[in-house]
């Protein structure tokens, strides 16, 4: 496996809205080469990614796709860098736990948190070469319990998990991030009809994000604002 390559590389998941799209960005502007994934060619075209972004569409879901991923990294010949921030909501509108059934569960959890696991153990090889930092995009719902918020609660609870065990098996440094709330299309599509003007853009977060990678504490769950 050669590693011999002085640009950093980092693999966002979900990179064509939101915060992975921010995130995107700023690594680029920053001299990374990003590799980044999602489902829509129509909101990759309105991004306008800049130069040093590779785009790959398909379905975190889809073991086909993962492959995908998987050699585009080989390509690139090492892994900086992952960063799972691709997930669900799952059925709109979110419901109460007593309503949700097998299938709600069955689709949050193989976008949530079957497809980060997996994809993960694909790219072990280049991140421990390269000793580099798992990041896993969290939620306050994951520690607080909110009406509705159950399953994807439980979900990134569980992704926490996932993350910082691949940290402690592997040594690899893992870090479970909780952005705080966010201005986007997700968050909306969770508030249907409600204002949500007040919620800090994606792009603010960011920064915290990238201070947190340079300080590069221990392996944890962290809030973005605590690096603000």
Same mark, same amino acid.
Request: charged share 15%; glycine share 12%; aromatic share 4%.
């Given at each position: 496996m050669d590693t011999n390559y002085m640009t950093r590389?980092?693999?966002? $998941? !979900?990179?064509s809205a939101g915060l992975g799209l921010a995130l995107t960005r700023a690594l680029a502007a920053d001299g990374w080469h990003v590799i980044t994934d999602g489902r829509s060619p129509e909101k990759f075209k309105e991004a306008e990614l =800049? *130069? %040093?972004?590779?785009?790959?569409? !398909? +379905?975190? $879901?889809d073991g086909d796709h993962r492959e995908d991923l998987r050699i585009e990294v080989e390509r690139? !010949?090492?892994? *900086?860098?992952?960063?799972?921030?691709?997930?669900?909501l799952g059925p709109l509108p979110m419901k109460q736990l007593s309503g949700v059934d097998i299938a709600d569960l069955t689709q949050m959890w193989r976008t949530n948190i079957g497809g980060p696991l997996v994809l993960t153990s694909l790219l072990l090889p280049w991140l421990r070469v390269a000793d580099g930092v798992l990041l896993s995009i969290s939620s306050d719902a994951a520690v607080n319990h909110y009406e509705t918020w159950g399953l994807y609660g439980a979900s990134k609870a569980a992704l926490d /998990?996932?993350?910082?065990?691949? %940290?402690?098996?592997t040594g690899l440094t893992a870090y479970a991030v909780d952005p705080g709330d966010m201005r986007t299309a997700m /968050?909306? +599509?969770?508030?249907p009809g409600e204002d949500i003007? *007040?919620? =800090?853009? =994606?792009?603010?977060v960011v920064p915290s994000i990238l201070t947190l990678l340079d300080q590069r504490p221990d392996s944890g769950r962290y809030r973005a604002e605590d690096f603000a």
């Open positions: 590389v980092a693999l966002v $998941t !979900g990179g =800049p *130069d %040093g972004v590779t785009t790959i569409l !398909g +379905d975190l $879901t690139h !010949g090492r892994l *900086d860098l992952l960063v799972h921030n691709a997930s669900t /998990h996932v993350t910082l065990t691949y %940290g402690a098996e /968050h909306q +599509d969770a508030f003007s *007040d919620r =800090p853009l =994606p792009e603010t």
